[in-house]
């Protein structure tokens, strides 16, 4: 398994996956608006995208926003999206991804690399978990739908 950051080649191949991870999360199939959004992402190079590849097939990715915090003056990373292709589930794949987005975010003098899931997304509550993530019990998170 390669595990390496996304560029424009990959663009055919990532906009099947962020489709099939939107169709995970209850989204409509939409592989044209899906390869729109990658395609943007890469362009503006606003978001850090981290791919697996196992010879021609891209088995997962995730996807890396970044922010900041204010109070310590230091950059954080957003880790937004992750997705597996089913065949390479239960394969360290997406442990593969999260690790290298730790890496990524150490390299880049980050202070924190954050994530939220579903309440009802055990096995990946589970993974992040096992890979040190806490579950914060300091602040609650709201959010205003526009």
Do not use: C
């Not at 926003?65 to 204010?70: A, D």
Request: net charge positive; aromatic share 10%; hydrophobic share 40%.
């Amino acid at each position: 398994m390669k595990i390496r950051l996304a560029d424009s080649k990959d663009l055919s191949q990532l906009s099947i996956l962020l489709n099939q991870y939107r169709v995970f999360y209850e989204q409509s199939s939409d592989v044209e608006r899906a390869t729109a959004f990658i395609k943007e992402r890469l362009e503006n190079q606003d978001s850090v995208i981290i791919t697996a590849i196992d010879g021609e097939q891209m088995a997962g990715f995730t996807q890396l926003y970044p922010s900041f915090s204010s109070v310590s003056m230091k950059p954080i990373w957003i880790l937004n999206d992750l997705f597996v292709i089913e065949s390479y589930r239960r394969k360290n794949v997406a442990k593969q991804l999260m690790e290298a987005a730790k890496e990524h975010a150490r390299k880049t003098g980050a202070i924190r690399l954050s994530l939220a899931t579903q309440f009802s997304n055990s096995p990946a509550q589970k993974l992040y978990e096992a890979m040190g993530y806490k579950k914060d019990d300091t602040f609650y998170h709201y959010n205003l739908s526009i």
